[in-house]
């Protein structure tokens, strides 16, 4: 199957029409940088001919400035090992940006391939009073230009008609340079001829274009084409022309003499509606006060209005046991289908709408452009602790998940921001451990409302956030890598109405994830910690038997627990919470689960209206040391919500690191450093406020 | 001396974008500096016309109906001219 790439500028629309014209559900959003790896998916034409639509990250031009644009790129020029040269392009320009896009347009022309340009928010450009001539820009591009509204499904059909094999003409380069840089060109496209490399004349302008590109390792380059495109440019700069200045030059040129002749723009001099949006948004005062409060209000919610849906929830577990465990016998099976498989599961599913709420305030700021407002306040926060704005994004997407988060450094030009990044994004507190936040809070403060325990909730943020930052301060000198200039440049999208569609879908591909991970990972995890603390049963006749607190003692659960309790004892925890915690380090939902299922073997009865979750908090309040003090007092509430503020506890964040960083030494150092570091803490925490309470 | 001033001002009409006031329009008239490649690929280029909307450690600039902040070290390098 042939294949199409798709590609254009950052906030061109391109993942819109990728869904538009696959079918496909691929996030979106109104920021740069959500499509942070290539995506691929079938494109039908209306004639029957069938194609592999890659969808690559959006990049201002083909010289990279991050490892994303980076990937576009190399797939382009065939340089990616492992992946074929695609056989056509569909360039997604902006209708309403016109100057601004058709650069990167100039550049993929003289890449030699077959190229479509898509012409998207027509609608937009129309209202902006832009009138763009389609057929004459065409002519001047010298290649099929279709207008389309990708998010309305317009103009998709046409351009499926284009795409449509025989693909149109490879078009003629668009531009001139001057004659140093024509002849440079010249010479090394034929010095490549004789290399064998494929498309020699796209690498020769590529090459002359982009210093980097002739003067850093490439993987799909050899040093030796390096070399020769090195002295050809040593030539034409003798002769007084540096060719990369001279390329990008005439390119921009080439693009305003287009621009003048095919759009028309009335002059608009007076404030759009999001310049005044923004005059208040990005006020050095009231945007703080905008911010602050927009954030308060998503904790407000998390607490007080998930409040209705948890009880839902709860009421369908409920449901579930009464049905499933009501006729079966007394017995190890019934025993493990209602503490091991429903209340272990059930204990983490309960928290689905908690983690909802807040990826649906995420989706929000994605959908709405605020994103990149928050990243334009944040940078001069972020700017004191060595950080660009630009880390703010990956940052607040950790809060969503670490993985994405980390994934989505690839939009960062600084390889050293990138690693610090990379660091302390699993120090912002991602979704997993609401659960164990929530459960906890809801314990620490019964007797408050919902208010108090919000506050809390964001004060753990508000920890995660500023030790990550003051982590990214004392590390800053440390990690190695050149001390490159890095400037703060951002595009600042439209202000839109919400998609409220696009969040619902990615809220039901969440939620959906959430439930398969419930479905087999903690289910797993369920059983075996039913298993570990079951048995081995006790004998007969001895004071187990008829005690479940000592048999728990005596089970696999307990052993484990006693040996890991020397550790977590100086944090003010009892075996049982010690076994939650090391339970906990393949996932932190599996915390709560553990807990679920130790402190189900007390032999008190709740047969009053109490919920699930005051069950177990009741529990796991009239749980006691042997001399009879309890276990969880205030103070080991705390030790352990900063615990898990600061444990890193999940292994797919571990391997994602491993993969990003290229090296264990980084993936494995983060874990270990982490995990001390919540150890350390914790044990301040709880050893200090023992001094005072 | 403040003739000498004026002079000046007048001989050197173009200044950059960082030391422009918030709420000019402005055309560039020419990038000078280690990133003028970059600032091109991102729209700005010689002859645009800009507005810059806010001033302060990054600034904000609309460049063909978008919105860009960009670093004051990069508004450096970035020559204006009123319109």
């Known amino acids: 199957m042939e294949t199409i790439a798709l590609v254009g500028n950052p906030n061109s629309g391109k993942t819109t029409l990728f869904n538009a014209l696959t079918g496909a559900n691929q996030k979106t959003g109104n920021y740069a940088g959500v499509t942070v790896s290539r995506v691929s998916g079938t494109l039908r034409t209306p004639h029957g001919n069938k194609y592999e639509l890659l969808d690559l990250p959006g990049c201002y031009s083909l010289s990279p400035n991050s490892p994303d644009e980076r990937i576009t790129r190399d797939v382009l020029l065939g340089d990616q090992e492992g992946a074929e040269r695609p056989s056509a392009v569909v360039c997604v320009v902006d209708a309403s940006n016109l100057e601004r896009h058709l650069y990167l347009v100039t550049q993929i022309v003289d890449l030699g391939l077959p190229i479509v340009v898509a012409l998207n928010k027509v609608d937009l450009a129309e209202k902006q009073g832009i009138r763009v001539n389609v057929d004459l820009l065409s002519e001047e591009l010298g290649l099929p230009v279709v207008p389309c509204q990708a998010n309305k499904g317009k103009g998709v059909v046409d351009l499926k008609h284009a795409i449509r094999q025989p693909f149109p003409h490879i078009p003629n380069r668009t531009w001139q340079g001057d004659k140093a840089t024509e002849k440079a060109i010249v010479d090394l496209t034929s010095e490549l001829e004789t290399t064998g490399l494929e498309q020699p004349q796209a690498h020769a302008i590529h090459l002359l274009a982009d210093v980097a590109y002739r003067t850093e390792e490439q993987p799909g380059i050899d040093r030796g084409v390096r070399q020769t495109a090195m002295d050809a440019a040593d030539v034409a700069i003798r002769s007084g022309t540096a060719p990369d200045e001279n390329i990008s030059q005439s390119r921009t040129r080439r693009v305003q003499e287009i621009c003048k002749m095919a759009a028309r723009r009335q002059d608009t001099q007076g404030l759009t509606t999001s310049d005044k949006i923004d005059q208040i948004l990005l006020h050095p005062v009231l945007g703080w006060v905008f911010f602050a409060t927009s954030m308060m209000v998503v904790f407000w919610t998390i607490f007080s209005l998930a409040e209705y849906p948890m009880g839902w929830v709860e009421a369908g577990i409920d449901f579930v046991k009464n049905t499933v465990v009501g006729g079966m016998p007394e017995g190890d099976v019934k025993d493990l289908v209602s503490d091991g498989i429903i209340d272990g599961v059930g204990s983490v599913v309960i928290f689905l709408p908690q983690i909802l709420l807040l990826l649906f305030f995420i989706g929000l700021m994605e959908t709405t452009g605020y994103m990149s407002r928050a990243a334009f306040l944040m940078d001069n926060l972020m700017s004191k602790v060595g950080l660009s704005g630009k880390a703010f994004l990956p940052l607040l997407s950790s809060y969503a998940c670490a993985i994405p988060g980390i994934m989505a450094t690839r939009t960062m030009d600084s390889a050293k921001q990138r690693l610090l990044t990379i660091m302390i994004a699993p120090w912002m507190s991602c979704t997993a451990r609401l659960p164990v936040y929530a459960l906890l809070i809801g314990m620490l403060l019964a007797g408050y409302g919902a208010m108090v325990q919000a506050l809390v909730l964001a004060g753990l943020y508000v920890l995660g956030t500023s030790t990550a930052l003051l982590a990214a301060w004392l590390l800053a000198p440390r990690v190695k890598g050149s001390e490159e200039q890095t400037h703060f440049m951002m595009e600042l999208p439209s202000y839109t109405v919400p998609d409220f569609k696009f969040i619902f879908r990615h809220l039901i591909e969440r939620a959906w994830s959430f439930l398969a991970k419930a479905g087999t990972i903690i289910l797993g995890i369920s059983i075996i910690l039913w298993a570990l603390k079951t048995y081995p049963k006790p004998e007969e006749g001895t004071p187990a038997a008829s005690d479940a607190g000592l048999a728990l003692e005596q089970s696999y659960m307990g052993q484990i627990g006693h040996a890991i309790e020397p550790v977590v004892k100086p944090l003010g925890y009892d075996w049982r919470t010690g076994t939650a915690l090391v339970a906990a380090f393949a996932a932190r939902e599996v915390f709560n689960t553990s807990l679920a299922i130790s402190y189900s073997v007390d032999e008190e009865e709740f047969e009053d209206e109490d919920s699930f979750l005051d069950q177990l908090r009741a529990k796991m309040n009239a749980a006691t040391w042997e001399d009879g003090t309890p276990i969880y007092t205030p103070l080991t509430t705390m030790s352990l919500l900063v615990f898990f503020v600061y444990a890193l506890q999940c292994l797919p964040t571990t391997a994602v690191v491993r993969r990003e960083t290229g090296s264990w030494k980084w993936a494995l150092g983060q874990l270990g450093a982490m995990s001390a570091f919540a150890w350390l803490a914790a044990f301040l925490v709880f050893q200090v406020g023992s001094l005072f309470v | ?83």
Do not use: W
């Open chain 2, 1 to 83: 001396m403040i003739a000498d001033a004026a002079n000046d001002h007048h001989a050197t009409p173009a200044t950059t974008l960082s030391q422009a006031s918030a709420g000019c329009q402005l055309r560039i008239s020419q990038l000078e500096g280690k990133a003028c490649k970059r600032l091109r690929e991102l729209g700005f280029c010689e002859e645009m016309e800009i507005c810059k909307l806010s001033d302060g450690r990054n600034m904000i600039c609309s460049v063909c109906g978008t919105r860009m902040a960009l670093s004051r070290k990069l508004g450096d390098q970035v020559m204006v001219e009123m319109v």
